[in-house]
């Protein structure tokens, strides 16, 4: 039987503190005395909480003092249970959450201070910032789009505890579903035995895997009821979810043995990310650590044109996104790479893709998913 995984212990606060720290001095030098955090990341980064977003929902960082939150009603208990700080105002389904936050920062005296709002999340949609602005017209609102982006890229040595765990989730799902992947198997069965495992190891309720089969593959496929035939390709990628904290796996198997181009194919693929990952060092630019895949896989014949990007950033996620691009990897991407920043390198060819969940480290890339590097048949 598999030995279970061993679980980090929770965020203490003083690191909820550090962090808060951290974008008080960015508001400090904006000169904002209250600021608005409604992208679900945001508030379990800052706050530890994460509500169901069906309606309208946000953290309120003061300059000084504690932050307080206001939340749906029936939100409020697994509010209360995950949040570090327990300053919350809940609101009744028939209330309307952007007036209860306008009411809320006019009684916390915050009606003419000057406000920075997240105009880049997903739930601050353009009515509901034209309504707070309206609700609250003496307050002076400034941009604060892509700061809180930016100052999650670099993961503490807990996030990184915690995208081990992902990463060897990953790894035992991948495994689970090729044990179970052969000729006359519905494909349904592939993807139940990869998801009970990732569940059984210690996988977070949400999204936890991809699935594709047949002669060829493809990425982003719907789950169907193919049964696997001799001579398919199964393609499958665990993404599962700890503690909101995801790592992601691409491998691929084939039903019998493997032609000699896709065996050529993977190999190739192998070696040229291998020395990708090998360049992936503090201070290293995107652009160079992308070209050694994207020239490498032309050069090697592999592909006709190479669009797409070779690697995005990994660590919290929660949806309704489901990759996050605050980095990437393009021949246009000219920033550098910092030391325990976490990214999802990743290429495909002929139907075959490959990837690993990788931290940056003085001495290159290092897998956090440790599979092995090799097309499963």
Same mark, same amino acid.
């Given at each position: ?74 939100? +409020? ?11 919350? /105002? ?9 007036? /209860? ?27 509901? +910032? ?17 700061? %809180? ?11 990184? +505890?915690? *995208?081990? #765990? ?27 035995? %990869? ?31 193919? /049964? ?24 691929c198997k084939t039903i019998g043995a493997p032609t000699d181009e896709q065996a050529r194919t993977t190999e190739t693929l192998v070696r040229i990310q291998d020395e990708q990952l090998r360049a992936m060092k503090p201070g290293a630019k995107a ?14 014949? *592999? ?24 980095? /990437?990897? *393009? ?17 495909? +060819?002929?139907?075959?893709? *490959?990837?690993?969940? #990788? ?19």
């Amino acid at each position: 039987m598999t030995q279970p995984l061993r679980f980090p212990p929770p965020f203490p606060i003083e690191e909820f503190r550090a962090r808060l720290a951290a974008l008080r001095k960015v508001m400090a030098e904006r000169r904002i005395d209250l600021l608005v955090v409604d992208q679900r990341e945001h508030m379990v980064y800052f706050g530890g909480a994460c509500v169901t977003a069906s309606m309208y929902h946000t953290m309120l960082v003061p300059l000084d003092g504690e932050p307080f939150a206001v939340v749906r009603g029936i939100d +409020a208990h697994s509010f209360n249970a995950s949040c570090w700080y327990k300053d919350c /105002v809940a609101f009744a389904d028939d209330a309307n959450p952007i007036k /209860v936050v306008a009411d809320t920062i006019k009684a916390r005296g915050f009606a003419s201070s000057t406000i920075g709002l997240e105009r880049d999340s997903h739930f601050l949609t353009v009515n509901r +910032a034209l309504e707070l602005e309206q609700r609250l017209p003496v307050a002076k609102f400034v941009d604060f789009s892509t700061v %809180m982006w930016e100052m999650r890229q670099v993961k503490s040595p807990r996030e990184l +505890a915690y *995208l081990e #765990v992902a990463a060897q989730i990953c790894d035992r799902s991948a495994v689970a579903a090729f044990d179970t992947a052969r000729a006359g198997v519905n494909e349904r069965d592939v993807f139940i035995a %990869m998801t009970s495992e990732a569940y059984r190891s210690g996988a977070d309720n949400g999204p936890v895997a991809v699935i594709s089969s047949g002669p060829s593959t493809t990425f982003h496929s719907s789950l169907g009821v193919r /049964v696997l035939e001799q001579g398919d390709v199964v393609f499958v990628e665990p993404i599962p979810y700890f503690r909101r904290y995801t790592a992601r796996l691409m491998r691929c198997k084939t039903i019998g043995a493997p032609t000699d181009e896709q065996a050529r194919t993977t190999e190739t693929l192998v070696r040229i990310q291998d020395e990708q990952l090998r360049a992936m060092k503090p201070g290293a630019k995107a652009k160079d650590v992308d070209r050694i895949m994207r020239e490498g896989a032309l050069a090697a014949g *592999l592909r006709d044109s190479y669009t797409n990007i070779t690697g995005y950033t990994l660590g919290l996620k929660i949806p309704p996104r489901t990759s996050d691009f605050t980095r /990437v990897f *393009l021949p246009s991407s000219d920033w550098q790479l910092e030391e325990n920043q976490v990214f999802h390198m990743y290429t495909y +060819a002929h139907g075959l893709p *490959l990837s690993e969940t #990788v931290v940056v480290t003085p001495s290159g890339g290092k897998r956090l998913t440790e599979l092995e590097r090799k097309l499963f048949f």
